[in-house]
């Protein structure tokens, strides 16, 4: 006959019959037990010295069943035995800086001469070594109404792609609020951080309102460094975040039981929306997990809460949400660039500038829709219009003064700094960039620049003057001229060279004399020009 243990009540109703004066065998057959076995709970009773006057307290009950009950544990058997003397060896190769698996330590064990099997092997590292122990839980009471959200993604199964007609994996994101457990199923091809903005959106608008927080997993499209204390949010998430006014708490790696309230419905959500059901596309599983998630999963009577969970939302959450968005949220792209040589930076295939103080720096990019952020550490340090792949965006003043001119190719300032150096240098520069296209010849302007640079502007306005007189409109030969015009210094008593010398320029080759032109006397006596 098997044992049988007893009860509370069971022993209760013993102690109770011997209070009644009720024999053994009377006792035995009332409580529908062996003779023995009341016999021995009534000689513990007698023993304690428990009266039969007054009822039993609970202690005093247990009191009695624990000296009935209680056995000495059995002795160690010889394979468990012959385990012990290893215990500190099993327990260095399961919990090492890389930890062996059972089997590897029970072919170890054999090795040494141990012929205990892997299944008291098993047991002994679980009872002696905490191997595999299961840890003890708490139940997390939830948070207030209104207050927080947790998130997931959920691998369903194939649907066609209705853009390329290809049969593609179907996530969704499931987004349960933890007080009502009402929740939004968001179907999506993609975990981008776009894939995750756009579904939250999505549930917000559903529900009619914004928890204050949510708890994540940790998909690369919210968390860019995942820590159990202060993990790194992706920088575009972020942006979100603080857009709609949310506090991110993202689960622990490897740690379900952080977000259990989603945790719980992915299998729910798989068996009772997607399997068995026809979903042309994208849209149509939207549309229908929509539907699924207000008409079934809200008005289901709960397994936990035992509520209907749109109903509670309803009435008793909604009130506390916060306002949900108007508007959806324009996600930016995030990178490092470096500023070049040239002012620009490289940003998402386009160009643009950033003053000179920056010069080969790291900055920080921020681009959206419309608007491109340059940062430097904190410092918003330049704004840009967002431009085409393929275009720039070039702020003058992003250049050195003396700079700005030549990056801009500009005729009007060429000319103003020809006129400068010399009334017939500007005529002659005029001469250069005339015409239809004069950005076409901007660099013979420059040259012109140059030489008033490199041989000064005397030497220059005097060879311009001569050169305008005959129509010669060549910046290479006023270069070659002035090479020739220019004769290098003997050398000086130590040897060194001296300062070059500007020989005169020779006259014109058809240029007359003034006085040939003086024909007449004037009023003053001297011959006056014709």
Known sequence: MAFRELTMIDVKEVLRRWQAKQGARKIARGACLDRKTAQRYIDEAKACGLPQDRELSDD????????????????????WKELVPHKEKVEQWLSGSRPLRLKKVHILLGRLGVTSSYATLRRFAMAECGWHKPEPTVRVNDAPPGVEAQVDF???????????????????????????????????????TEAVVEGLDAAWKFFGGMTKTIVPDNTKAIVDQADPLAPKL???????????????????????????????QVAYVRENWFEGETLPGLDEARASARQ???????????????????????????????PAPERPFDVPKWGNATVHADHHIDFLKSLYSVPTLYLH???????DKTIVRIYFGTQLIKTHG????GGRSTDVRDYPADKSAYALRSVDAALAKAKENGHH???????????????????????????CDKYGAGRVEALCQSALAFDVI???????????AARPAPKDAAGGEAKVVALPLPAPRFARPEEQFRTRQGSSGEEGPR
């Open 60 to 79: 005093e009950v247990h009191q009695v069943a624990a000296r009935v009950q209680t056995r000495p544990a059995p002795a160690p058997s010889d394979p």
């Open 154 to 192: 959920a691998k369903m199964g194939l649907v066609r792609d209705a853009e390329t007609g290809k049969m593609r994996v179907l996530w969704v994101l499931i987004v349960t609020l933890c007080f009502s457990r009402h929740l939004f199923v968001w179907p999506t091809f993609r975990q981008t």
């Open 234 to 264: 992706v920088e575009a998430f972020s942006d979100y975040a603080q857009a709609r006014g949310l506090f991110v708490d993202p689960a622990r790696v490897r740690k379900p039981r952080d977000k259990p309230r989603v945790e719980n």
């Open 292 to 322: 699924w998630s207000s008409e079934v999963a809200g008005t289901r009577v709960h397994g936990t809460t035992r509520r209907v969970p749109r109903e509670v939302y309803e009435a008793e959450e909604k009130g506390h949400m916060l």
């Open 361 to 367: 720096k790291r900055v920080r990019v921020r681009a």
């Open 386 to 389: 967002r431009q085409l792949p």
């Open 425 to 451: 240098i500007g005529e002659y520069a005029e001469r250069v960039l005339g015409g239809p296209l004069p950005w076409a010849r901007m660099r013979q302007a420059y040259a012109l620049l140059g030489l």
């Open 474 to 484: 060549d910046v290479s030969r006023l270069q070659k001229m002035l090479k020739s």
